[in-house]
């Protein structure tokens, strides 16, 4: 049974808390322009991020950066889960960053990615989350103030305790033989988007058959081979839009894509403009 215990919106920011006692997966692919923070308070689950599965137990801080592809999947034995997250625009933490001068938001969320939090750490997620939960209901004088003091006491703490995990956890070694081989074929795709792949071809290479390899990575990831597949070649595309001064039909074949009339298309529809006015537009905010 699912109990949502709280679930608090404000404009950029959005923070839940959720107990569940049955088996759940997610069963869509999760990927959204906000930076999530997320905490397990008991129970385990299996959280995928971009192409890697990690085991996490109660106690676990979870930093994901925005773009980022990720799903959380039950652990067998473990039905009973309790978490709570945020989700924030970047324009609710970039200004105390740039104050900072010691991370930025993305290199902070990239460092802090997996981090297993002492007792006192345990307390402070707890009650961090919990304060901005009332402070977004109760929508006070100057609650989006004490909502960013929250927030920066938390990320403080993180980076004063230099509890800054690797970016993924060693705790491989106690996935399931499905994860682990998702895992293989995930990094190995974001890798070799590039080349000439198809589910065929990778069932081969992995030594597994297509049918096998096709269900577990859809359980796994939330996304059809394919579909992970042209995701990973979007996102190449992006970082040559905004790294290099190649033509789109260039871009186009050094993502992977066999015409650059697809490459338009997929790109429109992912990111809502066509690569010409990406480019565009991120070269103003770059002037600005």
Known sequence: MKQVVFKERIPGLMTEQVINDEEFNMNVRHMHSEYEIYYLLEGKRYYFIESETILIHPGTLLFIKKETIHKTTSVAGYPHYNRMLIELKQDWMEDFFQRLRVVTIEGFFEKCRVVELDAEGQRLAEQTILAISKEAHDREIGYEQMIRARLIELMLYIIRNKQMGPPIDSSGKQLSAKCCKVNEVAEYIQENCHKKLSLIWLAEHFFV???????????????TVNEYLTVQRIKRGRRLLETTDYNITQISEMSGFESVTYFERVFKKQMGQTPFKYRKLRLVKIKE
């Open 209 to 223: 058959s297509k049918c096998y390899l096709s269900r577990i990575f859809k359980e796994v990831t939330g996304f």
